[in-house]
């Protein structure tokens, strides 16, 4: 039996907006899920402190724009992709443009991707969702392998990315 997913915030989405497949997470055997959120969740953790007892837990991991409001964001997308079991699937809507005093991070869809491919995933797909705030990078990827230390961004671009 396949464990339920995790989403990251208390939001609602519509998947089909997004240009994301409707039956995307059920092909993963996907029928349930658990929140995370600090604020009021299922799961009331700080995504700010490692969050060891949630690693390789899920087999999928849904971020619906909740990363870029936590304060120490590398140990948050850390703990994000940490939670997704090897042959799992890791989903992210991120803002990456505009979303003027929308939050404490925004990130740009390069930096992104390539903190998830270089720390054990593979790119299903991705696109850029033009709205009228700013642009949202849908980001879907599977995970191949585990990493003992996450790579941060700047350390990818100034040594050469690690795959």
Not at 17 to 31: I, L
Not at 58 to 63: G, Q, R, S, T
Not at 101 to 106: A, D, G, L, V, W
Request: glycine share 8%.
């Amino acid at each position: 039996m396949r464990s339920p997913m995790l989403v990251l915030g208390r939001q609602v989405c519509e998947i089909a907006e997004y240009k994301m497949p409707k039956d995307f997470f059920a092909s993963y055997g996907v029928t349930d899920y658990t929140d995370l959120d600090p604020d009021g969740g299922m799961l009331k953790l700080d995504l700010n402190r490692p969050l060891h007892k949630i690693w390789g837990n899920y087999e999928a991991v849904f971020n619906i724009g909740t990363l870029e409001h936590i304060w120490d964001v590398h140990v948050a997308w850390s703990n994000a992709l940490a939670a997704v079991r090897v042959g799992g699937v890791f989903v992210t809507f991120s803002p990456v443009t505009g979303w003027v005093k929308h939050c404490i991070h925004i990130t740009g869809a390069r930096w992104i991707e390539e903190f998830i491919l270089s720390n054990g995933f593979s790119c299903i797909f991705k696109t850029i969702h033009k709205m009228e705030k700013g642009n949202i990078l849908v980001f879907a990827a599977h995970r191949d392998k585990t990493v003992e230390t996450h790579l941060a961004p700047q350390q990818i671009y100034k040594s050469g990315r690690k795959n």
